[in-house]
């Protein structure tokens, strides 16, 4: 094995990364993974105490990390970030947008606060994201732009109609941004992964969960947070405007009857569960 080679073409040394919801999950695995390609880190999120956590668990790895606790969503608050961040490091070599949440409600059921939310974060944060890095790595010659979409843009799922379909407008910004900024050394990719135990959809407990596809588990978000530094090396420096897919073989499964049988169960529990909550909080 030329040990030598793959150094030189797996390296991040001295490249700055962002990487948005990166307080924990797959953000965090991402953030931690990019340190130990030598890159040098910004982590954002919403959750200060998260952010500090998962910054010691970065320095301990050795690797330089700056924390920026604001909302995504908010247009004014991230101009704030990108203007501020500017300033401090210039521009960024790599930008991954990886913020996002998940309502699990079929459309017709979901309230306009939680479709208000979904979207704000989910595609606007995203997109306030892409426009200032996207501008910033013009005028700089270069660099790497990944957003984590998912599984669900290629496989949708019941109660997701609404986080399936801003997956799938994310991939169709990708495919155009990569067009756009090409001919300026900008690469702009997309990572979908299939089922992350992370606090998107339940708590997240560090445990390997059964799950009934090839792979056999829900992955750990260590077990996908390689991929995404892995796209940003001189080892995919002709890769654009495409998708890599961490799915343990999820899309392989057939989605009969049973299966939104299942999905019909889980919900109605789920509806009741909501609604002794709000018995609760009304008395």
């Given amino acids: 094995?030329?040990?030598?080679?793959?150094?030189?073409?797996?390296?991040?040394?001295?490249?700055?990364?962002i990487v948005t919801g990166s307080s924990g999950g797959i953000g965090a695995a991402i953030a931690k993974s990019f340190v130990r390609f030598g890159a040098e880190v910004a982590i954002l999120g919403r959750n200060e105490e998260k952010l500090q956590r998962t910054k010691a668990e970065i320095e301990a790895l050795g690797g330089v990390c700056d924390t920026w606790s604001f909302d995504v969503g908010s247009a004014e608050e991230s101009d704030a970030f990108?203007?501020?961040?500017?300033?401090?490091?210039g521009a960024p070599d790599i930008f991954v947008a990886n913020a996002g949440m998940s309502v699990f409600k079929y459309l017709t059921e979901t309230e306009n606060p939680e479709m208000n939310r979904l979207i704000d974060t989910?595609?606007?944060?995203?997109?306030?994201?892409?426009?200032?890095?996207?501008?910033?790595?013009?005028?700089?010659?270069?660099?790497n732009i990944v957003i984590v979409t998912s599984v669900n843009a290629f496989y949708p799922l019941p109660s997701q109609a609404l986080y399936t379909g801003i997956k799938c407008a994310l991939e169709g910004i990708a495919r155009c941004m990569a067009s756009d900024l090409g001919e300026y050394g900008v690469r702009v990719n997309t990572f979908a992964p299939g089922a992350v135990n992370t606090d998107l959809g339940h708590p997240h407990d560090d445990k390997v969960h059964?799950?009934?596809?090839?792979?056999?588990?829900q992955a750990l978000p260590e077990e996908v947070g390689d991929i995404v530094p892995l796209m940003c090396t001189d080892a995919f420096s002709y890769m654009?405007?495409?998708?890599?897919?961490?799915?343990?073989?999820?899309?392989?499964?057939?989605?009969?009857?049973?299966?939104r049988l299942e999905w019909r169960t889980k919900m109605a529990e789920h509806r009741k569960k909501e609604e002794e909550e709000k018995g609760e909080q009304k008395k």
Wanted: charged share 25%; glycine share 16%; net charge neutral.
């Fill in 1 to 17: 094995m030329n040990t030598e080679y793959l150094s030189e073409r797996l390296s991040l040394d001295g490249k700055k990364a």
């Fill in 122 to 143: 989910d595609l606007k944060g995203v997109i306030y994201g892409l426009r200032w890095a996207g501008n910033m790595m013009e005028k700089n010659g270069g660099g």
């Fill in 82 to 89: 990108f203007e501020a961040y500017e300033k401090k490091h």
């Fill in 240 to 259: 654009t405007g495409t998708t890599l897919l961490a799915d343990g073989g999820l899309m392989l499964r057939h989605s009969g009857y049973s299966e």
């Fill in 210 to 217: 059964p799950m009934p596809i090839p792979m056999g588990h």
